[in-house]
């Protein structure tokens, strides 16, 4: 009777726990990280809906560990494309705009992976270096699933000051 007691107790306190916990958003966090040509010791595969495939999951092997993260973002934000589709804009720090300007210069001609909370969105082909310190990432998710990516990673950003 003691032991059937103290499961239920315990069973009672893992329901509430969760209770307490469904709705709340976890921080995602965000990574720029190089594709890889071929399988090797410090690649694996991320699955990832990005704007060229229609929509459709795919695996691309990428290189770790990152070569940028959360730690260069300054703040996200919400903004639209010309089309009235939904873009999430990357705005790094000082630090982070001048390693994503080092990054993209000695990458010009490959690609880089993009992810959201480990999840990738992005396999932009680095065409010239990339001034200024932003991302722009577009995809195949709705205009209220980028505001909650877009708050989702504003609340894993270091100190979580989102200045604008």
């Given at each position: 009777m003691q032991t059937t007691r103290a499961v239920l107790l315990t069973l009672a306190a893992l329901f509430l726990a969760a209770v307490a916990t469904?709705?709340?958003?976890?921080?995602?966090?965000?990574?720029?990280?190089?594709?890889?040509?071929r399988p090797g010791p410090y690649t694996r595969?991320?699955?990832?809906?990005t704007a060229g495939n229609d929509g459709k999951a795919e695996s691309t092997l990428l290189v770790d560990p990152p070569l940028l993260d959360s730690?260069?973002?300054?703040?996200?934000s919400l903004d639209y494309d010309p089309e009235d589709?939904?873009?999430?804009?990357?705005?790094?720090?000082?630090?982070g705009?001048?390693?994503?300007?080092?990054?993209?210069?000695?990458?010009?001609?490959?690609?880089l992976g993009l992810?959201?909370?480990?999840?990738?969105?992005?396999?932009?082909?680095?065409l010239e270096t990339v001034h200024g310190g932003k991302i722009a990432i577009s995809g195949s998710f709705s205009a209220r699933q980028a505001a909650n990516l877009v708050e989702r990673l504003n609340a894993s950003l270091p100190g979580k000051v989102s200045e604008r």
């Amino acid at each position: 009777m003691q032991t059937t007691r103290a499961v239920l107790l315990t069973l009672a306190a893992l329901f509430l726990a969760a209770v307490a916990t469904t709705g709340a958003q976890e921080a995602a966090t965000f990574e720029v990280r190089a594709v890889a040509d071929r399988p090797g010791p410090y690649t694996r595969p991320y699955l990832g809906v990005t704007a060229g495939n229609d929509g459709k999951a795919e695996s691309t092997l990428l290189v770790d560990p990152p070569l940028l993260d959360s730690s260069a973002v300054r703040f996200v934000s919400l903004d639209y494309d010309p089309e009235d589709r939904p873009v999430i804009m990357i705005n790094l720090t000082e630090a982070g705009k001048k390693r994503f300007e080092q990054l993209t210069k000695d990458m010009v001609g490959k690609q880089l992976g993009l992810l959201i909370a480990g999840q990738l969105y992005a396999l932009p082909r680095i065409l010239e270096t990339v001034h200024g310190g932003k991302i722009a990432i577009s995809g195949s998710f709705s205009a209220r699933q980028a505001a909650n990516l877009v708050e989702r990673l504003n609340a894993s950003l270091p100190g979580k000051v989102s200045e604008r």
